[in-house]
């Protein structure tokens, strides 16, 4: 409790800021390496990297490759010009690390460095069969982590993640009240149709009827057609989705397509790009 600052209000965190111009309504997660040669055959607006790719979970620390004077553009070896994104979003043990490690040896500061250009703030896991209070105290710890990226001076979206009907509610009251620039939501580990049917779409359902309508959405690991479509239905233009499938299936030569994968043994850059253009264009602004 202390460590939260003694309260499971949301009443005293604030977010600021707004989203980066040019943001578009698809963004790829690379995995770090080989981003350069992937864009060479897309040049696409904008793409999102992982935090396990950026802070170690074997040494709780900035990867060696991150921490020097460079922006994650160029570590990335993307044009300047090409928007970058820090999805806060691992395992367990991971997120717990960084926020234990988050104010040693200055890493929010030192993470600000590489001047990303968004940061979709870690989310708190809430399982079921967990006491009340821990789904309490994570889903505050998710809200101040972004804000404490704020203050670090990086644009920081918080995510929501909750349990029960009231949690909706409250995170609502707090988005009247405060205005963030945005909001994300990670379903990454949402692959069961039981979990989407009885967690998720009531969830987004509810949000999409009560949070303001020009907020945007920003949803990570949405892949399947049927279900963005959905998400396209509740949230519209301003849904922008963030996957990091196009690139998984380019590692094998595969490639999405409106029938499912098709494994083509394509070049990684040619398979890569076919994926992200199809993803895109199932969303409204479609390829930008």
């Known amino acids: 409790m202390a460590d939260v600052g003694g309260t499971l209000e949301f ?31 897309l040049d696409w607006p904008a793409y999102a990297v992982g935090l396990r790719r950026v802070f170690s979970p074997q040494t709780h620390a900035i990867y060696p490759r991150w921490d020097q004077a460079a922006t994650a553009s160029e570590v990335l070896g993307l044009p300047a010009t090409t928007l970058t994104v820090l999805s806060g979003y691992a395992e367990d043990p991971l997120v717990e690390a960084f926020w234990t490690a988050r104010h040693r040896d200055r890493l929010l500061d030192r993470l600000a460095t590489l001047k990303f250009d968004l940061v979709l703030a870690p989310n708190y896991s809430i399982y079921g069969n967990w006491p009340r209070a821990e789904h309490l105290i994570n889903m505050r710890r998710s809200l101040l982590l972004a804000e404490e990226f704020v203050r670090a001076g990086m644009p920081a979206v918080p995510n929501l993640y909750w349990f029960r009907l009231e949690d909706l509610q409250r995170y609502a009251a707090w988005i009247a ?42 949803i990570t690991g949405l892949s399947r057609q049927d279900r ?9 233009t301003r849904l922008i989705l963030v996957s990091q499938n196009p690139a998984q299936y380019a590692l094998h030569g595969a ?26 264009s199932l969303l409204p602004e479609g390829v930008n």
């Open 11 to 41: 009443d005293d965190v604030v977010l600021r800021g707004h989203l980066p111009e040019g943001l578009p309504s698809f963004i790829p997660q690379v995995d770090g390496s080989g981003a350069g040669d992937l864009d060479a055959a």
């Open 177 to 218: 009240d405060t205005a963030p620039p945005a909001v994300a939501i990670n379903l990454q580990t949402v692959r069961e149709n039981k979990n989407w049917e009885t967690w998720t779409l009531p969830g987004l359902s509810w949000l999409a009827e009560n949070i303001p309508d020009g907020l945007p959405v920003i």
């Open 228 to 236: 963005i479509a959905t998400a396209v239905e509740l949230f519209g």
């Open 255 to 280: 490639v999405m397509t409106p029938e499912g994968r098709k494994d083509l043994q394509a070049r990684i850059p040619d398979a890569f790009a076919s994926s992200v253009r199809y993803l895109a």
